[in-house]
């Protein structure tokens, strides 16, 4: 078990909908990471946050907006979903911003249908 | 941009048998870190261990050990003693180390996976 708690484990909505999903890091992690995993493009970073403030941005599309509240929990959310949106959403923490193995949770399914 | 690649999609290995999963990494970088995350069925992300490249000594883990070649920018992963646990998707990835200035320092950049079996 990494600590870190992902929830839901799935999740199923329609085209149109917007979803949020839930992290709450490991004790003591003050950064939080968000990845997207899918067949055809593989892991990517799309946000990371430090201690309440967005830390640095990748592919993360303009219908998808991330924050990390001040007890450190972070929620991703994702609107306007298409079927390309279904993949596993992974959030990790790193005790630092930088320099800090990432510590991974079990990952949220999004399945748009 | 970092890019890892992963050149080997899929491998298999007999139980107890040492295999080895290869990555190389493109940057510009002078000091990073790298890793060998492993995916399970369970789909879990688990770090597996960890190099420093300022460090020459290559990093071990009880029997998971890695070659690390700076020069040739190689970061292979070495599993000896492989056990029907060991099957997974493994992932290497890249993190900048910080220096002064920027932020883009703490994220990792991961290689496609290569999917390890082991066999009974």
């Known amino acids: 078990d990494s600590g870190v708690t992902q929830t839901p484990k799935h999740l199923i909505t329609a085209t149109g909908q917007r979803v949020t999903l839930r992290c709450s890091p490991r004790?003591?992690?003050?950064?939080v990471y968000w990845y997207q995993q899918s067949l055809d493009q593989g892991l990517q970073f799309l946000i990371q946050?430090?201690?309440?403030?967005?830390?640095a941005k990748g592919n993360i599309l303009e219908r998808f907006s991330a924050q990390q509240f001040p007890d450190l929990h972070s929620e991703l959310n994702l609107s306007s979903l298409e079927l390309g949106d279904s993949a596993l959403y992974f959030c990790?923490?790193?005790?630092?911003?930088?320099?800090?193995?990432?510590?991974f949770g079990n990952g949220t399914r999004l399945t748009v249908t | 941009a970092q890019t890892v690649t992963q050149s080997q999609p899929e491998m298999s290995v007999q139980e107890a048998e040492t295999v080895t999963l290869s990555c190389t990494y493109d940057?510009?970088?002078?000091?990073?870190?790298l890793f060998w995350y492993k995916q399970p069925p369970s789909r879990q992300m688990i770090l597996v261990i960890r190099?420093?490249?300022?460090?020459?000594q290559n990093a071990t883990e009880n029997r998971f050990s890695v070659n690390f070649q700076k020069a040739a920018k190689s970061f292979s992963l070495k599993i000896s003693d492989s056990q029907l646990g060991d099957t997974a998707m493994y992932f290497c990835?890249?993190?900048?180390?910080?220096?002064?200035?920027?932020?883009?320092?703490?994220?990792?950049?991961f290689g496609q996976g290569t999917i390890l079996t082991v066999h009974p």
């Open positions: 990790a923490s790193s005790v630092r911003a930088y320099n800090s193995p990432l510590h």
């Open positions: 004790s003591g992690d003050l950064s």
């Open positions: 946050y430090y201690n309440g403030e967005e830390r």
């Open positions: 940057t510009s970088e002078n000091n990073y870190y």
């Open positions: 190099q420093e490249a300022y460090k020459q």
């Open positions: 990835a890249f993190m900048k180390e910080a220096g002064a200035g920027g932020t883009s320092y703490g994220k990792l950049t």
